[in-house]
Every structure is written in C-alpha cells, then in structure tokens.
C-alpha cells in the first residue's frame, strides 16, 4: 500500500476499504466497502479519495499518475466483471458517482451507463436484446454527459425531444420507439457540436476522464455550496468518487431487480419485506409502470418461488446486513443473469410506529442495548401516534397549506366566531374555527371546535399553543386566506366557502382541503408504552405539563407528566359563569368594588384549583398567577360591550373610556404579570385566598396537595419581594399554620431577571423559564406579527430555525445559562424548570438537560415527546462524558 | 479622653470634634464642633455619639453613667454661657436635635426651648420683657414635647387651639395674646393628663431625659424607615444626639438675627448678601411678618450702620469660613445682647447661573481646582439656562401636574390636530398641541408647536424625546387630561377649554396653567462658555448628537457637539413633499412599483444628507438606515384614507386590506428595522444611495465628509452580515473607486445583540447602544404604556428611577458591558457610542464612562450636560482609581 493511497477498491474480491473510512472513501464508497468486506456480492468498482479530489481542487487538473491509476483500476473491475471497458462484444459500463463524508443528495453530479457509444451499445443490444431500451440508455447517457460534463443547458436537449414527441403527436415518453431514439441521439449531438464547438466523445476512456473531472468540480457548484453553508459542511472536506460497473436486470428471464427491508418499515414487524420484477431495470419498480412481485411468501410469482436459490442468498445476505448494521436496513439489488448482486444497503426510512417497534423488539433480542433502542427513535415522531391523522390515500381538492401548528386531521364545517362554535357543536355539528387570529377570549370556541384555522400566526402564536395544549388540530398563518365576517364567508384556495360548509385541515402537515377528508384513530399499544418505561428509566429530566383544567391535567397524567410546570390562571376567567364577574372587575372604580367583583370569582377559583390539585395528587402543581393584561378579557364589539354596559349597569361612555384607558401600544411589554399586582394587589390576594383553600380542602380529602405559587414578569428582585410578601401575608392567614407544604416563586422570562438571578434568587424558591417571553423580548420579536418576515429569515438563512419552536441557544439560551448559574450561586437547592413551548421541543430539551435544569413542562400531547427526549439528552451527555473522560 | 468617649463638646472653649467625624458625631455635631475649632462663636453645646445611640436602642434604654455624663455636661454649657439649667433667675435653655451621618430632613424629632417651666418662663420675661414670645414659646414647647415625647397625638391640642381662636373670634395666631396663651397651656396640660395619664414635666432634668431618649428611638420611626430604605442608609448606623444652648435674639435692641450667602446665590456675583431683623427670633426672617434690613450698605438700617462692630465680626466670619469649606456658605446667625453667635453654616443653594459663575470665580481666585470647579456644578441643572422659562411670579391658575417632559416655559392656544397646529400657526398665533400622544405623523405639528402636551407616555415617549430634540417644551402622560375631539375642547383640572383657549405649559415643573404666563429669556453669557471649556479640556469622552435635520444639527454644534450619533431618516420621510411616495412605495405590490416610489425619494434624501454633511464638516455623521414599522407611514383616519386613494389612484379597499396587513399586536417587537430590508432591500438601497451622492457632493465643495452607516435591530450576525454586503455593493456601486472614508455598523438595541456580541462585531465597524430599546426589551416595559404603572413601582421603590431617564444598570447596563467586552474581544478597535436618551442623563454618562464607551450621543439642548456629566465622570474615576492605587 501507498504511503498516500489514491484508490481503493470495493469487491469481494478486494475489499480494501471500511465503514469507518467514511472521511477519505465518502458514505457511499465506504458503505460500498463494507459490504464487499462482508462477503455480500457488490459489482465491483473503486472509489477516489477526497483527498485527491482536494488536490484535484488544488491544482486544478488531475494529474497523470493518477489517470494511469484510475485505467489500470478499470481494467480490473472488467476482469472481475468478465467484461471489458469500449470492448463492443461485452463492454463493461461503469457509474460514477460522487460520494461526500456526509450525504448531501442531488447537490452533485452522478453518470450512469458510461462506456457506452455507437459500437458498444451494438454489443449490449445483442447482449440483451433489447434495442429500444439501449437506445434510450444512450440517449439519456447523451443528455445527462452532455450537461454534466459538457456544460451544455439541459433544456436545449429536453426541448428538442418535446418536439420530436409533438411532431409525431406522442403523449409520454413511452410513446417513443427505439428508431425514435435512434434519430434522436443525432439531433443531440449535432446540437451538441454547435452549442458547446466540440463533439460528444466517443472514446470510453475520454469519457471517464471527463466524467471523474466533473465530479469533483461538482463539489464547487453553487448548489452544493448553499447546502453546505446551510449543513455547516466544510468546503475543505471534497467528495470522493465512485466508479462501478453497471449491472443489468433486464437481460432476459435469469434477470430481475427489486428492493427489501429486512423488517416491516410500516409497522416495524419482523419480516423480510420486498418486490422485485423480473426482466427489468432498478428504476421499474419505482416508477410503478409494472406491478412488482413479492420477495417472499407462497404466491407463484414471489421470489421465493421463482428463483429459490437466489432468494436464500438474498435471506442469508438481509441477515448479514441487519446483524452486521444492528438496524433495519433498506437494500437494493439486482439479478443478472441468474447471478445476485446488492446494490445498496442503507438504513430503512421507518413510520413511529414500526421505529417503536424495531428499537424494542431488537432490544428484547439482545441487537441492541437499552440506550441505542432509545436512542433509535425520533421523539418528534411520537407526535404521529397522539393525534387521529388523515387517510392520506383519500385526499380531495388542496386550498392552502400553511403552518402545521397543531398535529392532527379533522374536518369540519366552517365557523366564522367563537359564539358561533359553541352553538353549532351543541346543535350536534362539527366545527372548524376560522379566525384572523384567536385571542383567549375564544377560548370557549376553539374548545368546541374540532380544530382551528387563523390567518396570522406563527407556530407559536395564541391559536397555536393553546390548540396543541389541547391536542387539537390547528393550522395557522394561512396568509391567502381572506375572512369576510359580513358576508359570513372565507375566500381561499380561489374557492368562496361558505359558513357551514365542510373543510378539513391537517395540523401535521399544514394543508387545508376542501370537503372532508377521512381519519385514521391512532392506536398506541403496549410497546409504546414499554418504551417509554425504558425511556424513564434512562432519564434524569423531570417532565411536567402545562395543564389549565383537570380534563387537560388528566390526559397529561395518563401520557406520564410528572406534575404541573404550569397552570395558567387566566384561561379560568373565560368561563360564561364568571367572565361578567372579571369585567366589573376591570371596570371596578376603587379597591372596594374591586374587591366585591373578586369576591364573586373566588368559589370559582377554589373549585378550580381542587379538581387540579385531586387529579394531581402527589405531584407538584405550580399555578401562576394573572398574567396577562387586562384588556384581553373586555369584549370587543361595539354590540358586546353594548349588552356589557346593560348587564352590569353601567354607562355605555363610562366602559368605554375605561377600555380606552386600559388599549395599549405594545401589550406585551405592558400593564401585565405582576405588573397588575403592584397597581392591584386585590386580584393576586383572591388568587392565592382561593389556592389555600382548595389545598386544605383537598388535603382534608387526604390528597397530597404539593402547590408551587409563580409569579409572573418579574425584572426586579424588589417586585418579587414586594409580592412574595403578600402572598406569604395570605397565605398564612388562610392556612392558619396547616403545615401544608407550598412554595413561592418566579417566571424567569425577560431578559433583566435571568441577568439579575442571583438577586432574584434570594425571594424565590423556584425558577420557571418562560422561554417563549424570553425569546420575545431577548430576540424583540413578536411571535404574533413574525410570520410576516420568518419565512424570509429562514429562508436567507438568517434565523437557522423558528426560534418559539427550538429555543434560541447563543442568545435566549445565554440567559438561561446565566439565570441557572446566578440562581444556584444564591440558592444551591434552588429547583430550576422551563415552562415555555420549548419544553416540548427535542432540540431544546437536550440544551435544557445542558444547562442543569430539573425539569422542562410541555403541553400534554408533547409528554411523551418530552419524555423521550429527556431520556436522549441523558444518554447524549454521558456519551460525552464518556469521551471527555476517554481524552 | 475615655477610649470610648460618649460626649463630645462644641464651643470655643473646648472644640472636641471635627468635620471629618461624621460618622460618629453626625453631620450637624460635626459641622458645629468644625465651626467652633475654627474659633467661631457658636452657642456652647455637646453632642451625644451615634454609638451611643446604637448602645441604646440594643439595650433599650440609657445608662446612669451616660445620664450623669450628660448632666455634667449641661452644667459645663451653663457655666460658659453664664446661664443655668432649671434656674428661674436666669435660665438656661437648649435644644435637642438628631444629627445623622447623612442628612434625614424632616425624618427625626428636635425639641426647642427645653428647660422652659411655670418657674424659668418667669425669669425669661423679666430679661426679655416680652411676655407674649416667651408664652408662646412655653405652649410651643408644651406642644412639641408633649407630641414627640409623650406621644400625644398632636391633633388634639391643635384643635383646642383652634377652638379657642373661634370662641374669641380671631382670624389667626397674631391675635392670639400672652394671657391667651396662658389660658391655653392650662387646657393643654389637663388633657395631656387625661390622654396619657400622666402630668407635664415641671423639672427641666426629667424633660432633658425625655427628649434624648425620643431623639434617639425615633431613629426608628416609621418615617426614618422608609427615607432610610428608600436612600440606601443603613439602620445601623443610627443618630447622634445635639443639645446646645438657646440664644435669644429678641431681647432688645442690642439683639437681632439674620442670614446671609457668603456670595450672590441667584447670580453668583462676589458679594456678601443677607437680610437680618432687629429684636427678634430666628424664624421671624423667614416667615416674612416683619420686613427685613439689608445687612451691607449705606441704607441706614443696614447692619453695617446699625452694629458695625458685629458686622466687622460678621465679615470676619464669612470669610473664614468661606475660605475654610472652600465654597459659598449659606450662615444662620444671631445677636444676644451685642454679641453675635453662629447657629449654622452649610454649602448655600443656588441657582444653575450661579453654580457656574461661583464654581468659574473661585477656581479663578485659586480657591478650588479645576476638577473642584467642575464638580460644583449639577450638569442637569444647566437645563434651566438653555430654555426660556416661566416667570414664576406671575403664575395663573393650575390646571393639573405631570411629567416635565421637556423643559422651558411657553404659552399658546389649544390645537388638537397636528393639522390644525400648522395652520394656526400660519396665521401668526402661538400654539400648544395637545394630543393623547404623538407619532411620527405628528411631527409638523410639533415643530409648529410653542410646545406639546400629551395625556399618555412617560419621559421618553416619543413626545417627550422628539420635543427634547428638538428643545421644544413638553408635558407628558396628563392622566387628568380627558380630549373630546368631536367637540373640539380638553377636559382639565375641572375645566373646559375649547380650542383657540390659552394654556401655558411648564416643561421644567411639569405644571399646566390657564391661560397666559409670561416667560424670560435664558442668557448664557461669557462664563457659561469659558466654563464648558474648562470641562472638555477634562473629559475623555467625546459628545454627539441625535440630529435629524440640518437646523438640529446646527444647533447642536453650537452647543458643542462634536459629530452626529443618531441621525434618525424617518422623520424625513413625514415632509408633506414626500409622505405621497413614501406611502406609494409601502402599498407597492411588487419590486419594481415599490423601486418607482422609492426613485421619487431618492433626490429629496440626497439633499438631507448633503445638508447635513454640510454643517457637520469634519464631523462623524452617523446615519441610521430606516427603522420605524411601515404602517407609522400611513394615514389614520378615514378621511385620510380615501384622499389617499384618489392620488395614488389605488382601489380604497386595496389600501385598506395592505393597512391590515401592516397593522401589528407589538409594532415595537415587529417588522421593523434591518427585517425591512430583508423582505425589501429596496428601501435601504436607495438610503445608502443617497448617502453616497451627497457624501459626494458635499466632497466636491471641500466638505470634509465622514459617514457611518448604521443598521438598527441587528439581533444576529447573520442579520448585519446580510444587510452589510448590499451596503458594500451600493458604495461600491456610486463610489466607483472614490477613496470616501465611510463605516458601516449596528445599534445594539436587543440583549440578543449585547449577548452575541462578539459574533456581530466581526461584521461592524461600530456599535452604538441605542438603550431606549435596549431597555424596553431588557425591562419588557413598553415605554408608550408605562405611565400607567411607573408611578406606582418608583412610590413602591420596586424601581430606584425612571428607568428611561436614567439607565439601569444592574439588568441594561450589563448587557452594555457585555457588548462592549464581547465585542473588543473581537476587534479591539471597535469604536463603541450611545445614541438613547441615556446619553444626556448624568449619572448614566458616569456609567457609560466606566464600561469604557467612546462617545455619547444626546438631543442638542443636552449637549452641555453630557459635555459636564463626562468631565465629571473623567474626574471621579480618577479619583477612584487614585483611592485604589493608594490601597
């Protein structure tokens, strides 16, 4: 061996190369490798390092050693083959493809069928048989050297063959005849001369040369410089290039091509699973031009039947591989001549469940061990499972597709309000909620909706959290969706529906179809949930719930949260027996009519907070207190606060001055949190009066109450004390010295409170990152008006990701860091969560798990996903460690 | 001397303390026994330490030995002032006064007249022979004593007081007779008894005790609590107790008492200057009954004439003592029976004109340093001399108090239409604009304006700091001010005022007035100049200014700015020649209509910036690119809205749908600055554009030009990356080689900008930290909503300050010193500046210094004061740095 190899080979012959030369051989040519080293047949074939695909860069031409090295390799591949490279009685053909260290698919240039020419592909005519389909081998040879190597537009060509099909009025390209290639191929090449002043080669070698060159340039193309930029691939890395020779499954009735899995990637049962057809190329079977057979089974025409003997090779090799790979692999393989030879092996692509599947059983088997079987499947997969999906196969007209806010497929008919929601679902119908945007005050609507469509919005704005805190299917930021609330129609998709007409949604993907769709119900079964016990086992994470009821409290339990991370108050005060309340509330002059109005919601707030604190039993519940601002909870149209006025008899002007006291610029950094608190004390004083006596009244039932009190939007150690204060006062006044256990503490959630934690820390014992207000204020982004530049963002790669779906490292997530260490630095024991919509995000679970946190709290349907991830996070980090502590 | 002395003398007989021992003596003990070292005759008297009021309030109560210490001591007095305690034949009184380290005005309790009983009263009206003062100096004492040492609700005698006053049918205490007084002293007493159920302490010893020990315990009252909590003093640190001798200046014509300012105090001017009144008590002067005689000069009844003896004595003093504190003294003085005692000398308030002229004359006679003479004068003062103001001697009615937005003192008739401001004042009348709150739309409005009040926005609204811009007088966030534009008039202060009314605005007060007050023109004058001089040859950092226009920047440099560090282009885009297109360029549905627009734009730009070049030659011009959200551009009302339509020859409901589509819930975190040029980099290609034309054109006509381009709301590397290189590709573009120098660089507004700090300088040539935003984000606090709760957070103390006015620096002022250290760390020759409202506001100039920033920028009429605040804050970090090379 060469102190600097240039080439090596892949064939059983001479396997030189290995899957862990993926750095110098590319993932293709060390995968190709692997198998030859296996034993597995391979065509044989070779594989340039990148390493002289950087000299090649470098100097800008290929030197002669290595041409001569590359000839001689060919030479050998045509003695292992039994054919030879521009012999016209058995030419051998090669591919050459590119293969960098990672994949980047379709960024660089692949040619098949090289070798061919006037003379060969006579041979290969007569080797097969087939005239028309060599014919259009060549010709597409033509087409695709042509602008691989040649530079020449590919369009030219592509029109000059959507003339020849016109002229002879044929309808597709099956159309075409092998007398029509024939004629075709001259064209191109005439075309060829003129456009680009040279010829088409014709010699086998000089079309090698031309090919190996443009591959490496490959690397250099626009294209495959963006992906990199976007997949932070060093430019330094070049790519390798494969030559191998081609096999054909179309030579007679001893030949066939197909594909497999070793297990199903549909449900992940352990079956050997695939089609293949007899007599034809790899690409038949993709293009569905003729219906495949089955590998296995009784069926006459199966594999198994036809070709026994090479189904047992087949067997024994999708064994080899499946051992070997310790994961369900997706092969390819072509039969020539009676003779098997795998082209690819890869892992399968695979639904959630069949990934569940395939991870437990193969732990069960012994393949794999407990952290690989978790680490196998997708947590963001898990959410295909939660939520009733589409039947896919019987999709009707698309009239939009925007932002998969809420995962899920429901039809419905169109409402266009809140009120009207609610009225037609108790009338028996089905409802899709259309809005411009939610607010909470259509939360009683979106609750009877079977699923929600808003014009504005991103994946985190109102109607999309609070729809996946429900587990209901939402799609938002439809920007070509125009509402017209007069006409009580929407304009979408060029259609005009009507309300009460029927549309369906697909919260997974973002579609929205006329009519209904039908649903498939999910089916968990117990390997998800044996699973997921792995999972926990594994994890060090806690994962809560974001949970407002104790319906959504109840389904969080049964996905395996571990306590509420967060309770939010204000959705409470919707409820039709006590919004009037909160408005007098609002409108109240002074403390003592202030505090009449509170009076009235506190029954309400007490048997709030029981139910909770009963389903809870045992496990931590944090409520927050009043957040968000006032306004929000006053009606908004003139008819509205019209009844308003008359219901609690007052002045119409009265209300409405008031209303514009309280309108704001930029609610969002308002006359919120404890903002309302300081201004109003009685709110928070009836908030925590009603959580002790729901706690004692629980405990008297021999619950297990365990309340966190949070305060919200807190910048200042002062206000936290300030507030902590009061409800200490409270707190001891109801409780009478019960020693019912209970803590106070904070959000941390704008940017002052994680830079001032260690201050903060001294009056709190918890901390609960609100990383959605965080990334609000710490990026100044509105998530309710970012739709409107995101997709730009992302697109120029400005923002690498949605930062209210993954959280923000360098920037929210420095906070986070520093509110962490601050914190601790104060208070060591100080108990650290996260509560934004992040807490359900893998990406930001692992970061989380990063930071020391004790736990993340997610909205229900996300448990299990958060689970998951918390496990992966936990297995990640000790891999680290365990090379950390290796170096 | 005891190691631990409880007792400490002041007089010239035995002067023990001294001014530095403050901490032990307080403040006025130490500034007595300082005067009295100094040979300065002060009526005899001790001070009891601050450590033995610690001692007592730990033991809760007073020693024998420290009780014997203090009558000893009191006998000492006795004996110097030939006076003896309890003795009717010629008594001594005293005082009893808290001292604390820092002065706590109002906050402690001070017994005057003790010693006086039924027997001692007698004695003092034979030496006196005035029997009303010394009954009414009895029930005073009675009164005071029976209030703050007994604990009698002070109330109670007050009414009988009153009672009494209603039976006789008097108009006011000057009625009140000596045998009235008697008559009241007998009530008094009989209800202290029936109150606190004990009797009046007849015994001079047993009040004496009394008193020290309330002066001590109310060290601990609730109101010295709070001032403590509120101004950072420790409870530790506890109070010194005075008892001094009272003198007695109304004992006949050889008595009298005065006071007097070693120099002018309203101008500075070197002259003694004071006012004094024969045969009378201190507070005689000041509660203006009698009208005082000078104390110099030729008039007849000067003191000059009157006692020269005493006034050489009085000469002699003054000048001792101005020499000695090395600053103007404000002396309090009185004259028993031809011999004249010092009761108090401290550094004299004065006028802002009066600062500068004493703080320029002394360091002139060498009596101060230059660093001295710099820090006698409070930057913020100087405000007072830049604007015309109020005479406050001929003040109307109030109407209501709030924010002083912007200082100086203006009259006008009411308008409520930016419209109406500009016609009106067309017409030649004065106008005050009177809105809910302003917006950029406004702005011809504010300029036509006398000045602008609002009835919404802090102290950095967009009202406030546009008006201070543009040194126009405003009073903002008037919560009592109700508008009625149907109507055309404003509801305040009980009032109605239609439109076409006067009211008169005091932007220094914040005070609103009806109808005309007349104001006075500010004079700076000669020593304003030599003085500002004095200060920049100090400071180290260098002054801009936020200019928008070339009169701004005019301006400006007259006050001595050195550079532009803001120049906002927004507000040149509300000019009536243009608003057309740029609202055309907004409703604009594609590029190339949107590039039409902007060509209109192009040349009225070019002109902007050439104008400013011009005045700003040799200056740095820094140039923010556009930054407001698109809908600030866009009409309001309907009515506007249509005329719109007809010129742009645009369909209504088009506009009205793109106004929708604009319209955001948080504008402040929307689609705004830099992501404007990321979903239309049209705008800034023509502002970068214009730049260049002008650069060059003012090039051309020797204009020293030095541009720096500035990109707001950066949040990512990315972003200024992005925005940079089409910046670089237009310069390049109209440069054409041309060696202009010009920069390129960023606000850092957003934490995530300070917190990747060192990523983002690797594309900026400078930072400029714009803290308005920064402090929005960081604090999540919109400042246009504030009001509405800033009142109650700095009442609270959960804010120390405004955080507008002055930067926090806890949670803002981190996140400056990150950017800045971040950002060296990547180049270390990143120029860094400020361009918020922070920039004019002293104590956060001291910060700004400290973090190590190169220049601030502030609006013009706050040039003087950050050209003084950073001399200042050159001078303490030397001496801080100084203290610290000592240690």
Known sequence: ???????????????????????????????????????????????????????????????????????????????????????????????????????????????????????????????????????????????????????????????LLEDHKTAKSYKSDADLTADDFKELVIVFKKQILEFRGQSFPEDPWDQLKGAVEAVFDSWNNSRAKTYRQLNGIADSWGTAVNVQAMVFGNMGSDCGTGVAFTRDPSTGEKLFFGEYLIDAQGEDVVAGIRTPSPLCGIDKGS????????????????????????????????????????????????????????????????????????????????????????????????????????????????????????????????????????????????????????ARGGMTSHAAVVARGMGKCCVSGLDSLFIDREKGEIQLGGRTIKEGEFITLDGSTGQVFLGQVPTKDPDLGEVFHSFMSLADEVRTLKVRTNADTPEDAQKAKEFGAEGIGLCRTEH??????????????????????????????????????????????????TIRLLDPPLHEFLPHTETEVIELAKRLNLELSQIKQRMLGLSEFNPMLGHRGCRLAVTAPEIYEMQVTAIARAALKAKAENVDVRVEIMVPLVGTPEELKHIRNSVEFVMANELKGDDLPWTCGTMIELPRAALTADEIAVHADFFSFGTNDLTQTTLGLSRDDSSRFLGAYLQHGLYNQDPFVSVDQKGVGKLVQMGVQLGRATRADLKVGICGEHGGDPKSIEFFQSCGLDYVSCSPYRVPIARLSAAQAQIKEQIKQNERSLH
């Open 1 to 159: 061996m060469d102190s600097k190899k240039s080439i090596y080979f892949f064939s059983k012959e001479n396997p030189e190369g290995r899957s862990g030369m993926k750095n110098l051989l590319g993932g293709k040519g060390a995968n190709l490798a692997e198998m030859a080293s296996l034993g597995v047949p391979v065509p044989p074939g070779f594989t340039i390092t990148t390493d002289v695909c950087c000299e090649y860069l470098e100097k800008g031409g290929m030197s002669d050693e290595l041409w001569e090295g590359i000839k001689k390799s060919v030479g050998q591949i045509g003695e292992w083959s039994g054919k030879s490279f521009g012999d016209p009685a058995c030419p051998l053909l090669v591919s050459v493809r590119s293969g960098a260290r990672v994949s980047m698919p379709g960024m660089m240039d692949t040619i098949l069928n090289l070798g061919l020419n006037e003379k060969t592909l006579e041979g290969l005519v007569e080797l097969t048989g087939q005239e028309r389909f060599v014919w259009d081998s060549y010709r597409r040879f033509v087409q695709m050297y042509s602008n691989v190597v040649m530079g020449m537009n590919g369009s030219v060509l592509e029109a």
């Open 303 to 454: 594999l198994e039947k036809t070709m026994p003997i090479v189904y047992g090779e087949l067997c024994d090799i999708y064994k080899k591989l499946e051992l070997h790979y310790r994961d369900m692999q997706d092969l390819e393989f072509t039969i020539e001549k009676g003779r098997l030879w795998m082209l690819q092996t890869r892992t399968g692509k695979r639904t959630a469940q069949a990934a569940l599947k395939i991870a437990w059983d193969m732990y069960q088997e012994g393949l794999i061990t407990k952290e690989e079987a978790i680490l196998r499947v997708d947590p963001e997969s898990l959410d295909q499972l939660l939520h009733p999906t589409l039947d896919r196969t019987q999709l009707t007209e698309e009239l939009g597709k925007a932002l998969p806010a809420s995962p899920g497929g429901v039809s419905g008919q169109v409402v266009l309000t809140s009120e009207k929601a609610s009225s037609e679902v108790q009338k028996g119908h089905k409802v899709i909620l259309v809005r411009q945007e939610t607010s909470p005050e259509d939360i009683e609507g979106m609750v009877a909706a079977e699923g929600i469509l808003t």
């Open 572 to 621: 409470m005060f919707f409820g039709v027996d006590r919004i009037d309340s909160v408005r007098a509330m609002i409108l109240a002059e002074n403390s003592s009519e202030r505090k009449q109005a509170l009076s009235e919601l506190l029954p309400h707030q007490i048997d709030d907070f029981y139910k909770i604190f009963k389903v809870m039993d045992a496990n931590p519940v």
